[in-house]
């Protein structure tokens, strides 16, 4: 059984920066692409940044590119996205997701459907 676990969220002041993790087990975490994203409630969950298998490639979204950067460890299973110069709009809960299902090119990486695997989520809120 494949399961996510992200860590690393809390509260941080405007301007201030936050790293999350995602630990991979159950699954041979190199094969996989992982991603961010974040939902406010109510909202639709919205693509933050995505790394290819071995982190060659990486993916942002036009409000966290030159802020946020998605990195990996292939050799302990993990994920990374580094938040740095937060602002309050970037509140919401954010969630790790892995593997992309057969037939999405990169080009698609930002749409959550494309992700077979998703952990619990962990709340980033950013506030004076």
């Known amino acids: 059984q494949v399961q996510l676990v992200e860590s690393g969220g809390g509260l941080v002041r405007p301007g201030g920066s936050l790293r999350l993790s995602c630990t991979v087990s159950g699954s041979t975490f190199s094969s996989n692409t992982m991603a961010w994203f974040r939902q406010d409630p109510g909202k639709e969950r919205e693509f933050v940044a995505a790394?290819?298998?071995?982190?060659?490639?990486?993916y942002y979204a036009d409000s966290t590119k030159g802020r946020f950067t998605i990195s990996r460890d292939n050799a302990k299973n993990t994920a990374f996205l580094q938040m740095n110069s937060l602002k309050p709009e970037d509140t919401a809960i954010y969630y790790c997701?892995?593997?992309?299902?057969?037939?999405?090119?990169?080009?698609?990486?930002?749409?959550?459907?494309?992700?077979?695997?998703w952990g619990q989520g962990t709340q980033v809120t950013v506030s004076s």
């Open positions: 997701a892995a593997r992309i299902r057969p037939g999405y090119t990169p080009a698609l990486y930002t749409i959550a459907n494309a992700y077979v695997y």
């Open positions: 790394s290819s298998r071995t982190g060659g490639s990486t």
